[in-house]
């Protein structure tokens, strides 16, 4: 995920963070690292990784299996699981494992922060909402498949 959101109320890293410490997952973020540096906007930066990022979804093995399991006592509900692969010291980017077991739903939400989100395993139903004076209008449905995003 690509994200450009900053909150100063947060506790620093005094270093990057890598769950996952792979050479894999190093080296995806060094790259992804070199191609948002010169962006001027999170759009801007989010198109420059698309590519890497789709390589990232198409790629089987990278990702162990201990990231791909639901967590029913994670408190998000559903028994969904999100795992932390990757944070930077300063929380521009991170990388991380979202599991929704089959069957859940997800309430309407926002992610807070641009980014870069796919689909590794299995699939998942979309529907995309505008507000509109007391309610939510469906504005699309689409279906995801692995490589997704």
């Known amino acids: 995920m690509c ?16 769950v996952l410490d792979t050479p894999f997952v190093r080296d995806f973020v060094a790259l992804v690292r070199e191609r948002i540096e010169g962006a001027r906007a999170p759009k801007e930066a989010c198109a420059a990784i698309e590519p890497f990022f789709t390589d990232l979804m198409g790629e089987r093995g990278w990702l162990p299996d201990d990231y791909q399991r ?19 010291a300063d929380r521009s980017l991170c990388l991380f ?24 395993r299995g699939n998942q139903d979309e ?13 699309r449905r689409r279906r995801l498949e692995p490589g997704d995003f």
């Open 3 to 18: 994200d450009f959101h900053h909150d100063d109320s947060l506790p620093h890293l005094e270093a990057d963070e890598y």
């Open 70 to 88: 639901d967590a029913p006592s994670s408190g998000m509900g559903g028994g969904i699981g999100q795992w932390l692969l990757f944070r930077a």
């Open 97 to 120: 494992s979202l599991v929704v077991p089959p069957g859940s739903m997800t309430p309407v939400h926002d992610h807070l922060a641009w980014g870069l989100i796919g689909l590794y």
């Open 127 to 139: 529907e995309f909402y505008r507000p509109v004076p007391g309610a939510l209008e469906l504005v």
